[in-house]
């Protein structure tokens, strides 16, 4: 019997391959919806935080809020957590988690970059302000946390054998990744697949570029990116690599009818061989949604902060200010941990 299939007219052909893709466009613009613009992100409470000594202007480094003055103010002789955030965030996406640090005595900045420039690009950038930032700062001790797209741009920021890596050899870093797509994003697959481009007569990278921006080629499992994603620098101590499972997770409610998925990237598109056998590497797997992980205006990342202390990259709560956690939490995330 003959295949129907293969009898499809070309140009019906063509729009069963874009279909997909309008649905893959619908999935990337969700990755993380932009915060509405609010005041009180312009300032982080001081909480435990040690005395500032400097003022430096970096690019694309700041304080981890929507505050139009980029400078940092840092205690030269501490460490530094340094949070990249993922597509469609902002410094102000990480105010809450950087709020959860300076309560606990540890002070960040937060690194901000064009969400729609190709992956190098912008982790070139991240590479020349943490050089910056070591070259300013006694203390040689940098822990940079990515989340989502910002985990792809942080480690691949911290590899060895990138075409601008890393200057300053003196530095103690560490890694976290959070809920990376190390394997290249599903929905974007059409975008790298030769029979795609056969089928829509070259169109398909001009319609990813414009869904995704320059970084459409680098998102896909076919592409150089994902595929030779690098050794980490002499300079990395240590890698922590958390893995969300996010199977029937939501992120917004009405009722008890879930209006907005919080599944955004599967297990399998989390996992990479390669990076995940490093010796330096720690994986561990987390039951949580894409959003929940790092927390929101309505949930506190109380699993987030859970696992990082018990990793040692979060101080521990002493537990005469175990209330007063939960009150910050309560507060800076709107709802209770």
Known sequence: MQDRRRALPPGLARWRVLGPLLLAAAVLA?????????????????????????TLSIPGLGPCTDNPDRRLSLNSREPVNVLVHGCFGSSGRFRGLAQVLAFHGQQTACFTYNDRDSLMRSSGQLVAALDQLGRAMESRQLTVIGHSQGALIARSALVSDRPDPMRELGLQLRLVTVSGPFAGIAAAEQCGNPVTRALTLGLIGPMCRLITGDKWSEITAHSAFIQQPGRLAAQVR???????DERGTCRRYEGERCTESDEIFSLDEQRHPVIDDDPLAEVLE???GHVEIVGDERVAPVKLIALLQ????????????????????????????
């Open 310 to 337: 018990r990793h040692g990259v979060l101080n521990p709560t002493a537990p005469q200010r175990q209330a007063a956690l939960s009150q910050l939490l309560a507060r800076v995330y709107g709802a209770q941990p």
């Open 238 to 244: 240590g890698y922590l690599k958390v893995m969300t």
């Open 286 to 288: 987390v039951g949580a």
């Open 30 to 54: 969700s990755c993380a919806a932009a915060p509405p613009a609010d005041p009180e992100l312009q300032s982080i409470a001081p909480g435990a935080l040690p005395l500032a000594d400097i």
